[in-house]
Nanobody, 124 residues
Framework: QVQLVESGGGLVQAGGSLRLSCHAS????????MGWFRQAPGKEREFVAV????????YYANSVKGRFTISRDKAKGTVTLQMSSLKPEDTAVYYC?????????????????WGQGTQVTVSS
């Protein structure tokens, strides 16, 4: 059973930056895909970014492209979401997710494991 633990959320002013990290309990992710999703109050969970563990292939939601960067550290078993130029509409609970099949997934139903989420609040 894979366990994912997010960290790094908090309160930041618009235009600022935050760095989210997700640590996975299982060390070997050679065939996994890791994604970030977010859910704002009253809204459905939405895709943010994804990275394929095997080749670092990435894909982003249009709303965050150019502002967010997803990366991973194989040795540490972590995936990071660097968020810059944050906007109030980025306010949400951010979730890390892992998919056992290593494709570029953007739907939450394609992911097998989820973290507990970390709150990101961007003030205007």
């Amino acid at each position: 059973q894979v366990q994912l633990v997010e960290s790094g959320g908090g309160l930041v002013q618009a235009g600022g930056s935050l760095r989210l990290s997700c640590h996975a309990s299982e060390g070997t992710f050679s065939s996994y895909t890791m994604g970030w999703f977010r859910q704002a109050p009253g809204k459905e969970r939405e895709f943010v970014a994804v990275i394929r563990w095997s080749d670092d292939n990435t894909y982003y939601a249009n709303s965050v492209k150019g502002r967010f960067t997803i990366s991973r550290d194989k040795a540490k078993g972590t995936v990071t979401l660097q968020m810059s130029s944050l906007k109030p509409e980025d306010t949400a609970v951010y979730y890390c997710a892992a998919a056992q099949v290593g494709r570029i997934w953007t739907r939450d139903v394609d992911y097998d494991y989820w973290g507990q989420g970390t709150q990101v609040t961007v003030s205007s």
